[in-house]
């Protein structure tokens, strides 16, 4: 075994152990590395410059808690990314990336070249948090917590990310391969992983493996993409006076037929098989109480592990929708009849990652060496995109603890939270290979 980098890390595990990454399909499960990747993990870790490298993260403390707060102040609305994105930039910059750019979706990508550049390494957190605009984002300190909206998911991901790039310039650590360190945008809600998409359409400049940090404590690594499909439907038509107007077709009712149909061939379709889950999460639309409604409309969101069984609950919930306008059409007594736009808003692909792959088998293997055992498990993630390609790909998380993500009492709490940026770097180092290591 290595010299560890600190003292605190056997001791942190119970507490890091319980900081899990964001809730996943199905229970995660312990894993153990390949003899071969942890014994690379433990030369690794010992090595000179690597630990050099540990030792830096670990007076970045102060640097890296005065960035969180620094980036977490600067909004980043869904699909409002820009100012946080510039600031990134910048650090990018300032910290010791060879190029630096903003690619057209508004990605910010910052190349460090390698020795040898036969592959690209892509690590990245997202830069957009799920808050619209107009949210209080500024931080309130108390000891080690920092209470803000988007403290930690995903700001401290990027804290991580710029973290990681400091120390390896400070340390003078080389990779083989070329790393991109990237802010990526539209990976909350309704972004639906644009940020991604865009990285990947381009199978001849895309990353050749993909590491994001996303997600709490040293256990959790994702490595099974949980796709989703999400729809707003709109049921429209005249609308008119709930009096002097009755007998014309009702939205509203259509709507009410609409989410019984679907609820009642979903809930069989998701009690056996794959699992699957269904929600009718926003409905709107009217003007007022004595008002027959000219409009009314929903958002609903779909997940499942397993494609085909993703597609199934699609196409029920499509026939619940017709069968709904027809059936609300048939009762009209006046007035023209109901449309309905069927709009998919989110499209995120399921997938799973091969557990034999180096980068998966590193995940676990480095994590070991911070005294705790991964636990591969599934989530919906940035690496969604990369995992359903056939890319290899992992989450991994932040540290430290977060509790409230998506809510605006969400806060973060530095408890030993170097140890996910040594980790990440250790990780991102063994699958970008370290220049002039004998292996």
Not at 28 to 52: G, H, P
Not at 141 to 170: I, N
Not at 369 to 386: A, L, M, Q, W, Y
């Amino acid at each position: 075994m290595p010299r560890l980098p600190s003292t605190s890390l056997v001791r942190a595990a119970p507490i890091l152990v319980c900081c899990v990454m964001p809730m996943p399909a199905r229970p995660a499960i312990a894993q153990t590395a390949s003899a071969e990747y942890a014994r690379e993990a433990r030369e690794l870790a010992d090595n000179t410059r690597i630990r050099s490298a540990f030792r830096i993260v670990e007076e970045l403390d102060a640097w890296a808690l005065e960035t969180l707060i620094e980036l977490t102040e600067i909004p980043a609305p869904p699909f409002m990314e820009e100012a946080r994105g510039r600031r990134f930039a910048e650090l990018l910059m300032e910290l010791g990336a060879d190029s630096v750019w903003t690619d057209a979706e508004g990605n910010v990508i910052g190349l460090r070249k390698g020795r040898r550049g036969g592959r690209t390494i892509g690590f990245g957190g997202h830069l957009d948090t799920v808050f619209p605009e107009g949210t209080d984002v500024t931080v309130r300190q108390r000891g080690d917590t920092l209470f803000a909206p988007g403290v930690g998911d995903d700001t401290r991901g990027l804290v991580v990310v710029l973290a990681v790039l400091r120390a390896m310039e400070e340390a003078g650590i080389e990779t083989d391969d070329d790393v991109h360190f990237v802010g990526v945008v539209g990976e909350e809600g309704l972004g639906d992983l644009r940020g991604m998409k865009h990285i990947y359409s381009a199978p001849e400049t895309a990353p050749d493996a993909w590491i994001e940090v996303d997600g709490g404590g040293l256990t959790g690594l994702v490595t099974d993409g949980l796709g989703s499909v999400r729809y707003r439907v709109t049921f429209a038509g005249p609308g008119g006076h709930s009096w002097g107007a009755f007998g014309l077709a009702n939205p509203a009712h259509a709507m009410g037929r609409a989410v019984r149909y679907f609820q009642d061939a979903a809930d069989t379709l998701t009690r056996t098989g794959p699992r699957t889950s269904y929600n009718v999460g926003r409905i709107g639309g009217g003007t007022s109480v004595n008002a027959i409604p000219f409009d009314s409309w929903m958002e609903v969101d779909m997940r499942s592990v397993s494609p085909e069984r993703l597609a199934r609950i699609e196409e029920v919930f499509l026939r619940a929708m017709d069968r709904a306008l027809v059936e609300e059409n048939a009762l009209r007594r006046d007035g023209p009849p109901l449309t309905v736009e069927k709009l998919k808003i989110g499209d995120r692909p399921s997938g799973e990652g091969d557990r034999s792959a180096p980068l998966l088998q590193r995940a676990l293997a480095t994590t070991a060496v911070f005294g705790v055992r991964g636990e591969f498990g599934r989530s919906s993630t940035d690496s969604n995109i990369p995992i359903a390609l056939g890319v290899p790909a992992v989450t991994i998380g932040r540290g430290g603890i977060g509790v409230g993500g998506h809510s605006p009492e969400e806060y973060w709490i530095n408890v030993n939270g170097h140890l996910a940026i040594q980790r990440a770097l250790l990780l991102l180092v063994a699958e970008a290979g370290m220049a002039g290591m004998i292996p």
